[in-house]
């Protein structure tokens, strides 16, 4: 059964202080996979996208990886910020095409100051 | 550029009423989605159309139809609301390359 599980499903942490978020996927074929963040009362927004024989990609704070190997990626987030605190959502698509995404169920993140 | 989007924001329905959540992109995006959103679960994929003119179903159709009017605009309507129905709504677009660009989403309540 294709499957993505994040871990944990929450986190509460301190402004300024790092976090890594864990995506285990049984996924296949695997095309690509995704990090979403999405504020609360709002949609997800993309984060990073790694395909295959990517193992490591940025965007500002956020570094996520990638073990194809393994089936397991991490979102890491460096010296958070209080409008860090959203979820996490983790996307693995099965195909180029958009209709074959497995999403996760998040890790719900808040950061206090 | 106000990207994709979704209206009403909150609706509040009674069991057997119907209505149409509407979704508009202004990306000219070709592919279109609509999703639900409930606790404990990832997004699930109701309906999508991968261009003007073609709609296919997607994991969880069953309550649900849809209508692509034209390149911008993809509605959702509910025929016969049901609890189970109680959901958050959100549509999305895309070029087709696997990356979405979502509204904000419907809060729907069905009592």
């Known amino acids: 059964k294709n499957q993505v599980e994040q871990s944990p499903q929450s986190l509460i942490i301190l402004e300024g202080k790092n976090c890594t978020l864990q995506?285990?996927?049984?996924?296949?074929?695997?095309?690509?996979l995704r990090w979403y963040k999405q504020d609360t009362g709002r949609g997800p927004v993309s984060l990073t996208i790694?395909?295959?024989?990517?193992n490591t990609k940025s965007n500002g704070r956020y570094t996520a990886t990638l073990d194809a190997d393994t089936k397991q990626s991490s979102l890491h987030i460096t010296a958070s910020q209080l409008s860090d605190s959203a979820s996490y959502i983790c996307?693995?698509?099965?195909?180029?095409?958009?209709?074959?995404?497995?999403f996760g169920t998040g890790t719900r993140l808040q950061v206090f100051p | 550029n106000a990207g994709v989007t979704q209206t009403p924001k909150f609706q509040v329905l009674k069991t057997g009423q119907s209505m149409t959540l509407q979704c508009a992109q202004d990306?000219?995006?070709?592919?279109m989605y609509w999703y639900r959103q409930d606790p404990g679960m990832g997004l699930r994929l109701i309906y999508y159309?991968?261009?003007?003119?073609?709609?296919d179903k997607g994991e969880v159709p069953n309550g649900y139809n849809v209508s692509r009017l034209n390149k911008r605009e993809f509605s959702l309507r509910l025929e016969s609301a049901a609890p189970s129905q109680t959901s958050v709504y959100f549509c999305?677009?895309?070029?087709?390359?696997?990356?979405?660009?979502f509204g904000n989403g419907t809060r729907l309540t069905v009592t």
């Open positions: 159309s991968a261009s003007e003119g073609t709609t």
């Open positions: 999305a677009s895309s070029l087709g390359d696997g990356s979405l660009h």
């Open positions: 790694m395909t295959f024989s990517e």
């Open positions: 996307v693995v698509s099965r195909s180029y095409n958009t209709d074959k995404l497995i």
């Open positions: 990306m000219n995006h070709n592919s």
């Open positions: 995506c285990n996927y049984t996924v296949s074929p695997f095309s690509n």
